[in-house]
């Protein structure tokens, strides 16, 4: 079992920058695979990030690509997501995600955390 929490986020305005930061629990981290997605209000949860499980591969979605970093530390057991550039369609709440596969697919991931809410403001 994984336990997952994710803090960093609040309200920023357009153009700022947040650190997401998600420690897990348990001994499996450095094994799995590591997600981000969102869910803004009204929308289904979307794709933005993952890292496999050394952190040599990393995969972003379109929207995010080139503002957004994820990384991982395994030896704190925690992954992280970098936000620069904010717009205000980044709107959202983010959950990280722990799973066996490498994948842009949420239903590969086998663990949630609570989400943390980002707002930002124009």
């Known amino acids: 079992q994984v336990q997952l929490v994710e803090s960093g986020g609040g309200l920023v305005q357009a153009g700022g920058s947040l650190r997401l930061s998600c420690p897990a629990s348990?001994?499996?981290?450095?094994?799995?695979?590591m997600g981000w997605f969102r869910q803004a209000p009204g929308k289904e949860r979307e794709f933005v990030a993952s890292?496999?499980?050394?952190?040599?591969?990393?995969y972003y979605a379109d929207s995010v690509k080139g503002r957004f970093t994820i990384s991982r530390d395994n030896a704190k057991n925690t992954v992280y997501l970098q936000m620069n550039s904010l717009k205000p369609e980044d709107t959202a709440v983010y959950y990280c995600?722990?799973?066996?596969?490498?994948?842009?697919?949420?239903?590969?991931?086998?663990?949630w955390g609570q989400g943390t809410q980002v707002t930002v403001s124009s």
């Open positions: 890292i496999n499980w050394s952190g040599v591969n990393t």
């Open positions: 348990g001994r499996t981290f450095s094994t799995l695979a």
């Open positions: 995600a722990a799973g066996r596969r490498y994948s842009t697919n949420s239903e590969e991931y086998l663990y």
